[in-house]
Each structure stands twice: as structure tokens, then as C-alpha cells.
């Protein structure tokens, strides 16, 4: 079946510039993260949804970054009056369950956005 | 704060060799360790998944390992071939005294670069 996709793959702003990336998980995934990788880097957390309740978003790094999931199932992660610091690939993943019982999370192939 | 080490940052190997990869965590509380392989451009593709009780997991020429009393894991791969030449990423998820909300979230190493040449 489908994996998790995300669009745009590339995005390049202007700083100062508004952004919004989509995620599109797989059908049914209740769970939804988004991760930021920088060059060199591994991925860092930056928020989780359960259905349409972002739980967590300890990871925002500041508030420029909005993520939504109106509806349990596409979520958009917009940075507003983006910085060169945002400059990194924004990976989406996406868990069938809930519960604290195993399970594994799904990649996206990622977003690279660059701000020049 | 968990934190996550990877070494070695880059290794560059002739093709056939054995070689262990090291990933080492500060928060021995974990519920389970993941094994990632990341290609130019590409998502994640999860290679090994080992719960917290379990020692070691196996996936073709693939093997993970797992000590968490000390807070290590190591993935060893076998006859390695050009085609497993990618980053290798591990990553933790946090057991339960996490609490709250934060338990499905990943900490992940910085990575290993992989070579391996003809």
C-alpha cells in the first residue's frame, strides 16, 4: 500500500518568507510525528498528533513553527518568517496505534527546505 | 535529557568485510531501540526494531544487539556489499517513566556514514 508522502520534496524561501509542508500519512495511522534533520544531523522531534490533538510539541523551536491535523489525517507544518537556521529536511512519520505497546513508526521521504 | 552517540561518524570499508556499527545511550529507561538506513534524499527505512528485553534481533545479514543495563547497542552487518553504502541512524523511544505524552517520540543518534567499495 501507500507509504507516508510528503510535498513539496524541495522548497526554497526567501527569508522572511511564510512556508507551509504537508504530510500525508498512511490511511488509518493514528499516530503522526514530525522530525527536523539538519545537515549532518540525525532527525529531532518536534511535535506529535493522536488523531487531531497535538499532544506534544515540546520540540517547536520557536513560535514561527505552527503544525495542524484538523482532521485526523493530512497535518501541515507552516514556519512563518522563515530564518537561514531553518534551512533542514522536515521528515513526517506516521504509527498505526496508541497505546504504549510496540510499534513501528513510518518515514515520509522528507522535505528539504532551504532559505536563501 | 536522553542522548544518543553514534560512532564511528564515517567508515569507509572494502566490499565482504564484517563490520559493527556503535550507537550508545545516556538513559537506560528505554522501551525499545530502533535501527534506521537513510539513502541521499530518502526517508528512513527501519531495519531492526529490538524491545527493551530482548537482547538481539536478526534480519539477513543484519544483526542488532542490545545491553541496556549499559546503555549500548551495536549493529553488525555481515559480506557487507556497495549496495548497503548509506547512513545507518539509531534511535531510542523512551519507557514509561517518561509518562505523559512524550512516550512515542524518537532520540536518535547523529549517524554513521557508510562506505563500502568494490
Known amino acids: 500500500g501507500a507509504g507516508v508522502s510528503q510535498s513539496p520534496r524541495y522548497k526554497v524561501a526567501k527569508r522572511g518568507q511564510d512556508v507551509a509542508l504537508r504530510c500525508d500519512p498512511i490511511s488509518g495511522h493514528v499516530s503522526l510525528f514530525w522530525y527536523q534533520q539538519a545537515l549532518g544531523q540525525g532527525p529531532e522531534f518536534l511535535t506529535y498528533?493522536?488523531?487531531?490533538?497535538?499532544?506534544?510539541k515540546s520540540g517547536l523551536p520557536s513560535d514561527r513553527f505552527f503544525a495542524e491535523r484538523p482532521e485526523g489525517s493530512v497535518s501541515t507544518l507552516k514556519i512563518q518568517r522563515t530564518q537561514q537556521e531553518d534551512s533542514a529536511v522536515y521528515l513526517c512519520?506516521?504509527?498505526?496505534?496508541?497505546?504504549?505497546?510496540?510499534?513501528?513508526?513510518?518515514f515520509g521521504p522528507g522535505t528539504r527546505l532551504t532559505v536563501t | 535529557k536522553q542522548e544518543v552517540t553514534q560512532i564511528p561518524a564515517a567508515l569507509s570499508v572494502p566490499e565482504g568485510e564484517n563490520l559493527v556499527l556503535n550507537c550508545s545511550f545516556t538513559d537506560s529507561a528505554i522501551y525499545n531501540l530502533q535501527w534506521f538506513r537513510q539513502d541521499p534524499g530518502k526517508g528512513l527505512t527501519s531495519l531492526l526494531l529490538?524491545?527493551?528485553?530482548?537482547r538481539e534481533q536478526t534480519s539477513g545479514r543484519l544483526n542488532a544487539s542490545l545491553d541496556k543495563s549499559s546503555g549500548r547497542s551495536t549493529l553488525y552487518i555481515a559480506a557487507s556489499q556497495p549496495g548497503d553504502s548509506a547512513t545507518y541512524l539509531c534511535?531510542?523511544?523512551?519507557?514509561?517513566?517518561?509518562?505523559?505524552?512524550?512516550?512515542?517520540?524518537?532520540?536518535f543518534g547523529q549517524g554513521t556514514i557508510l562506505t563500502v567499495h568494490p
Open positions: 534511535a531510542v523511544r523512551p519507557g514509561p517513566h517518561a509518562g505523559g505524552t512524550s512516550y512515542g517520540k524518537l532520540t
Open positions: 529490538i524491545q527493551s528485553s530482548q
Open positions: 498528533f493522536q488523531n487531531e490533538a497535538q499532544l506534544d
Open positions: 512519520a506516521s504509527s498505526l496505534v496508541r497505546e504504549f505497546a510496540s510499534y513501528e513508526q513510518y
